[in-house]
């Protein structure tokens, strides 16, 4: 499937999703795209190096900046994006094939995949607080610049 494509499906659902949340409108575009960019990183870096975990926190980092930038913007509260925006990037697929697999007995593969969904989810989350650790060192020091 071409990034084009990809990049439309996830900024659909991510506005889906913000509608859902009850999103403030004139934020479902911006929520769009920053869930759109962020499924993008993650399918590039899976399809250069075939690691989930690090294309989960990559993903999650750049929507998390994508996200800081159009909260300021809009001065709007950023949680608005991120949790609209990490929609695509939960790893719902893999929850399911680990329900699949304790119905169907096979506890071995539960347990592998049950670990896949836990390393992915730290991934993002750790992802959301790189990124917003380091917006808060830098504006921290872009302060301190200024006040001096």
Known sequence: MSYILQFLLA????????VMFNAPKKVLIYCGFAGGIGWII???????????????????????IISLLFARR????????????????????LAYQAMRHIVTSDYQLA????????LVS????????????L???Y????GKLVRS
């Open 11 to 18: 900024f659909g659902a991510t506005i889906g999703f913000g």
């Open 111 to 118: 347990i592998e995949s049950i670990f896949q969904v836990g």
């Open 139 to 142: 504006y921290g020091i872009k």
């Open 122 to 133: 730290g991934a993002i989350a750790i992802g959301i607080i790189f990124a917003e650790t």
């Open 135 to 137: 917006n808060q060192v």
């Open 74 to 93: 809009l001065k709007t509260p950023v949680i608005v994006f991120i949790v609209c925006g990490i929609i695509p990037l939960v790893p719902g697929g």
């Open 42 to 64: 993650y399918t590039v870096v899976m399809n250069t190096i075939d690691q989930n975990i690090i294309a989960a926190f990559l993903g999650s980092f750049v929507l998390t």
